[in-house]
C-alpha cells in the first residue's frame, strides 16, 4: 500500500513539474515576437548589414521625429551596434530596437562587440533630417 502510494506521488510530481515547464516555455515564445514592421510603427526601418569590420553603408538617413526601427543583421563575425546620443545597444541578444529620434545631426554608429583587428574601425553615421 505504501509503495503504491510513494509512486503516485511520484507520477503526481512528474506531471506537475512538465506542466511547469510547458507554461515557462510558452510564455517565453510569446515575449519573443518579432520586431514590429514599418507598417506596424509608422515608421522607417533601418537594417546595419554587420560583416567583419564594415557595416554595408558609410551613413543611415531617418528623418526626425518619426520612429526609427533598427536592425542588426549580423552577416558574418560577432558585432554589436551603439548609438549613444540615442542610448541604442544592439547585440545577438537585442537584435532591434524602435525609438524617434527628436533632434537632428549626425551621430556616430560604433560596433559595442570586440570583433578583432579592425573592430576600431567599424563605424558608420546615423544622419537624422
Not at 12 to 40: E, F, R, Y
Not at 61 to 87: C, Y
Not at 109 to 115: A, E, F, L, P, R
Request: aromatic share 4%.
Amino acid at each position: 500500500m505504501k509503495k503504491l502510494l510513494v509512486l503516485l506521488m511520484g507520477i503526481a510530481l512528474v506531471i506537475a513539474i512538465a506542466a511547469c515547464g510547458n507554461k515557462d516555455t510558452k510564455s517565453a515564445g510569446s515575449t519573443t515576437s518579432p520586431a514590429p514592421s514599418a507598417a506596424q510603427t509608422g515608421g522607417q526601418q533601418v537594417v546595419l548589414k554587420a560583416t567583419n569590420y564594415k557595416f554595408d553603408q558609410t551613413e543611415y538617413r531617418v528623418k526626425k521625429g518619426e520612429p526609427v526601427t533598427i536592425t542588426l543583421d549580423n552577416s558574418q563575425g560577432v558585432h554589436g551596434a551603439s548609438i549613444k546620443e540615442f542610448k541604442v545597444n544592439l547585440d545577438n541578444g537585442n537584435k532591434t530596437v524602435t525609438f524617434t529620434p527628436d533632434k537632428a545631426g549626425s551621430y556616430p554608429i560604433n560596433c559595442s562587440i570586440m570583433c578583432g583587428s579592425g573592430h576600431a574601425n567599424m563605424k558608420t553615421t546615423l544622419i537624422v533630417e
